[in-house]
C-alpha cells in the first residue's frame, strides 16, 4: 500500500506560478514511479507530468511542457510539480498517482496503469 496526500493547490492569477507536493508513504519510496494528472469541471482526468523511479526519466504532457516540472525527493519521500506560466486553462483538480516501478526504470503516461491516488488539491487560474 503507498498512502499519497496532495498540497499546495489554491487560487492564482494567470501568470503566477504554484507548487504542488505530494507526500508518499507506505512504501519505499524509490520503488514507486509517480505521476500528476488533472481533471477539470466536465472533463476527464488528463495526464499532466510523469517521473520514473530513479527520477532520472520525466515525460510532460504537450500543453504544459515548458511551463511545469516534475520532481521528487526520494530522501524525503516527496513528489513536486512546479507550476510556472499559469493559464486559465490550467484550473483543475491535480492528482498525483503512484505504482511499483518494473525492474525498467520508466515512467508511466496513462492513468489506468496507476494504482494509488491522492485526494486531489484544486488549483483556479483566474484570468
Known amino acids: 500500500q503507498v498512502q499519497l496526500v496532495e498540497s499546495g493547490g489554491g487560487l492564482v492569477q494567470a501568470g503566477d506560478s504554484l507548487k504542488l507536493s505530494c507526500a508518499a508513504s507506505g512504501r519505499t519510496f524509490n520503488s514507486i514511479a509517480m505521476g500528476w494528472f488533472r481533471q477539470a469541471p466536465g472533463k476527464e482526468r488528463e495526464f499532466v507530468a510523469a517521473?520514473?523511479?530513479?527520477?532520472?526519466?520525466?515525460r510532460y504532457a504537450e500543453s504544459v511542457k515548458g511551463r511545469f516540472t516534475i520532481s521528487r525527493d526520494n530522501a524525503e519521500n516527496t513528489l513536486s510539480l512546479q507550476m510556472n506560466t499559469l493559464k486559465p486553462e490550467d484550473t483543475a483538480v491535480y492528482f498525483c498517482a503512484a505504482r511499483l516501478s518494473s525492474y525498467i526504470d520508466t515512467y508511466y503516461l496513462s492513468d489506468y496503469e496507476y494504482v494509488y491516488w491522492g485526494q486531489g488539491t484544486q488549483v483556479t487560474v483566474s484570468s
Open positions: 517521473i520514473s523511479a530513479s527520477g532520472i526519466y520525466t
